[in-house]
């Protein structure tokens, strides 16, 4: 049982409000996996020891001061200022520096195979799944899923700006830096899903550069990449022919790519797959028709400064077939 | 002799007290420009050493360096803290009055032994990660 959910018991009226950050997909304080398990212990040994000082500090200070009021030789003060105030804060903080150094070094330790390629964009997440021996790349956008149970390395950079990527309840965060790659290893045990939010401010949408993430067993993994490396299936109904027309006339072939068409831009995120992610515009909204129209008719004003235009003079009937291609691409 | 009709200090003892003093303030900074020399050199050379040659040579040579860097620095810093500690507290003394002189023995001692502990922790990183991830 996780301490919070341990102090939620205590009380369980007032405290969920406090503890409100403890549970949920984006917590640090609900590991799923080895990474986030150390952090954890890591944070709980941290709290304990201050609570523990804090108290110790407290309560020499009223015994010193109402209990027993004696006055000390210079000697002995010394010897209390010495050990307390110099030996004791030395030891402390240097075993600790000792044990978050210790633990370092598993946190990049290599992975088992699979290399997930992340690219901070303008402000979204361009991914690539490299299994092992790939020549090329399965390249999605805006989720990243891990198969459970083993070490996934995650080579990470950016196009513009400096980002973050971080899944608290996996492990730790890592910078994303134009021009260079950063090397972040995960170990998610837990199947379940996790939020992942971008943790350096990168201008405008900042706060809207989320992703969802998603640990599978590892066949199940293995079935949904081999189902992601496939082209996209072809539209259907009368309704989702006439909405790839529309994005065929509409030129948004020329950023999107949706292997197995004509359109092969890269400019924005890969829709192959759309529809089988679980979130739209990166971890913001849901893939669903009233989200898709709204999305593509109002860009700018639901994320700022987001290089896709609004399509505001598509009327209603034009938008529902666009989103109705784009949900049939699952 | 000309001299301070008060305190009966000649302005010759002015002058070496003053002398002293200066030889004092500048050892006071000595133990923390050596930390902050190393915590430079460490930093600094960890960067270039993984920018410029990266993991796949290894780093052994960089935390060599540095393990020969911090004993350099954790000598220079005891030695001037040994010296502090006799300018802070000679053998003949007595008194329970610091003059200005034991006064900065005493702030020296004490610098040297923090900029110790912060030059431990500075090489610690070195001692626990072996890669330039």
């Known amino acids: 049982m996780s301490i919070c959910r341990r102090i939620r018991a205590l009380h369980p009226v007032a405290l969920p409000l406090l503890l409100g950050g403890c549970d949920g997909p984006q917590s640090a304080l609900r590991p799923g996996g080895q990474d986030a398990a150390q952090l954890y212990l890591l944070f709980v040994v941290m709290l304990v020891g201050a609570v523990v000082l804090w108290l110790a500090l407290n309560g020499l200070f009223f015994y010193f001061t109402r209990v027993n009021q004696q006055q000390f030789s210079l000697r002995h003060g010394n010897r209390i200022i010495i050990g307390a105030g110099v030996i004791l804060p030395t030891v402390v903080v240097g075993s600790l520096l000792a044990w978050g150094l210790s633990i370092m070094p598993s946190q990049r330790a290599p992975g088992d195979g699979l290399v997930i390629r992340v690219t901070g964009e303008e402000w979204w997440w361009r991914v690539e799944y490299w299994p092992p021996g790939a020549d090329a790349p399965i390249v999605s956008a805006n989720e990243i899923r891990f198969p459970a149970g083993s070490r996934t390395e995650l080579r990470l950079t950016a196009r513009t700006y400096i980002h973050s990527l971080w899944i608290p309840s996996l492990g730790g965060k890592m910078d994303m830096i134009p021009g260079r790659e950063t090397v972040l290893t995960l170990h998610p045990d837990l ?52 909405g790839q027309d529309i994005f065929r006339d509409e030129g948004c072939g020329a950023c999107h790519a949706i292997r197995g068409t004509e359109f092969t831009g890269s400019v924005g995120p890969d829709l192959t797959h759309l529809a089988s992610r679980h979130s739209l515009a990166a971890g913001i909204m849901e893939v669903e028709r009233d989200d898709l129209m709204r999305w593509i008719a109002h860009t700018r004003d639901i994320k700022p400064q987001v290089a896709m235009p609004p399509y505001d003079w598509l009327d209603a009937e034009e938008l529902a077939a666009l989103a109705a291609y784009l949900e049939s691409l699952e | 002799m000309k001299g301070d009709r008060v305190t009966g200090i000649s302005h010759r003892q002015d002058q070496d007290e003053f002398r002293g003093a200066t030889g004092s303030l500048f050892r006071i900074a000595l133990a923390p420009t050596i930390w902050a020399f190393h915590f430079l050199f460490c930093y600094a050379g960890a960067a270039v050493w993984c920018a410029k040659f990266g993991t796949p040579g290894g780093i052994a040579f960089l935390r060599l360096s540095i393990a020969g860097l911090t004993v350099l620095a954790l000598l220079a810093i005891a030695w001037q803290g040994w010296r502090s500690y006799r300018q802070w507290a000679p053998h003949d003394h007595d008194d329970h009055v610091e003059g200005s002189h034991r006064f900065l023995g005493h702030a020296a001692l004490l610098l040297s032994v923090i900029s110790f502990v912060g030059v431990v922790y500075v090489a610690m990183p070195a001692l626990f990660i072996g890669s330039c991830l």
Request: charged share 20%; glycine share 6%; proline share 8%.
């Open chain 1, 191 to 242: 199947e379940g899903f996790y939020r992942g939010q971008c943790a350096e401010f990168c201008g405008a949408s900042h706060a809207m550069m989320a992703f969802e993430s998603v640990v599978m067993a590892p066949d199940d993994f293995d079935a949904w990449l081999a189902h992601e490396a496939a082209p996209a299936s072809r539209p259907q109904t009368p309704m989702q022919v006439r």
